[in-house]
């Protein structure tokens, strides 16, 4: 599975942005895919996740009710739109895939493939 992350950019404080991440190659239905990202200096974090087949999804409590993860099925692409955005969401966004459909989606290690990430950046 290839992966190629899209859509960062520089926005204000309390605006909008939609990421995408395009897969190639088959998508089960038990596959997890994932939202991570990483601000210079700091360690890559959980932002959101979803499984491929019944769409459940999972979030960070740091962006609960502000961002949304889904999917297209048809596309094999996963988005994650990010609103009321903050100053502190600054970071490379990467996409990622679980083949495994581990109950652990919000760690690292359970995501085999990787998108070679997007920034973001949020003004104040």
């Known amino acids: 599975v290839q992966l190629q992350a899209s859509g960062g950019g520089l926005v204000q404080a309390g605006g909008s942005l939609r990421l995408s991440c395009a897969a190639s190659g088959r998508i089960y239905n038990n596959y997890g895919m994932g939202w991570f990202r990483q601000a210079p200096g700091k360690e890559r974090e959980f932002v959101a996740a979803?499984?491929?087949?019944?769409?459940?999804?999972y979030y960070a409590d740091s962006v609960k009710g502000r961002f949304t993860i889904s999917r297209d099925n048809v596309k094999n692409t996963v988005y994650l739109q990010m609103s009321g955005l903050k100053p502190e969401d600054t970071s490379v966004y990467y996409c990622?895939?679980?083949?495994?459909?581990?109950?652990?989606?919000?760690?690292?290690?359970?995501?085999?493939?990787w998108g070679q990430g997007t920034q973001v950046t949020v003004s104040s």
């Open positions: 979803l499984n491929w087949g019944g769409g459940t999804t």
């Open positions: 990622a895939v679980d083949p495994y459909g581990s109950r652990w989606y919000t760690r690292i290690v359970s995501y085999k493939y």
